[in-house]
């Protein structure tokens, strides 16, 4: 039996690798949010996205800490999410730039804020440490979904029925048959036009 071909992948395809997979992963962590305000306020799917679809992540957690503040427990859990938001960094990587220097092993973040003044932050990235940021992440995301007991399959089941929402996309239209003379070129086509109109001018002496 053959043996599976091992894959290895450069820095540079490491980063983006993990990166990528930090950023999926803050797709559900906000997914979860949106579960949690579902709950709270006993909405349907439908009505969730009718509140949520255009707020931004502060938003929604600002409503959903309004709701669960008002308990303990429910005290307990914002405070879960604000670390795990913490932690992310989310909108760092939102609201900035991605540059990596020549060696391909070196990624640098630059923000700007502007406060009366211009202001540039730059943090430096290596694979280590973007994977070290979203192992930190996952696992407070993790300790959250634990507190509110919810699964990854409440998520997924929320954002399925999401997308059972979507009109089904349209079959792409048949190309129209080709016409026999559209495999002539321009100056045939003319004459094939002017023998039509004048069969008498064309004839074979």
């Known amino acids: 039996m053959a043996k ?18 930090f950023l999926a992963s803050w797709h559900s962590f ?45 005290r307990v859990g914002t405070t879960l999410i604000a670390q795990a938001q913490q932690i992310a960094e989310r909108n760092s990587f939102a609201h900035s730039f991605l540059s990596v220097d020549a060696t391909k092993q070196h990624f640098t973040q630059t923000r700007r804020e502007v406060k009366d003044t211009l202001t540039v932050r730059l943090k430096r990235y290596s694979v280590e440490t973007m994977e070290k940021q979203k192992d930190d992440f996952f696992a407070k995301f993790a300790e959250a979904q634990k507190h509110f007991g919810i699964t990854d399959a ?5 954002t399925r029925e999401i997308e059972s929402f979507a009109k089904a996309p349209e079959a792409p239209a048949s190309p129209l048959p080709e016409s026999p003379a ?24």
């Open 30 to 74: 906000e997914v979860m949010v949106e579960v949690l305000i579902r709950r709270e306020l006993r909405l349907s799917v439908e009505e969730t996205c009718i509140v949520t679809a255009g707020l931004g992540f502060g938003a929604k957690f600002a409503i959903l800490r309004g709701l669960l503040n008002r308990t303990d427990a429910g």
């Open 182 to 205: 559209s495999s002539h070129s321009p100056r045939q086509q003319r004459r094939a036009e002017q023998r039509a109109q004048n069969p008498k001018n064309h004839r074979k002496r």
């Open 4 to 21: 599976a071909q091992v894959v290895t992948l450069s820095p540079f395809n490491q980063f983006l690798l993990v990166y990528g997979i």
């Open 154 to 158: 409440d998520l997924d089941a929320y």
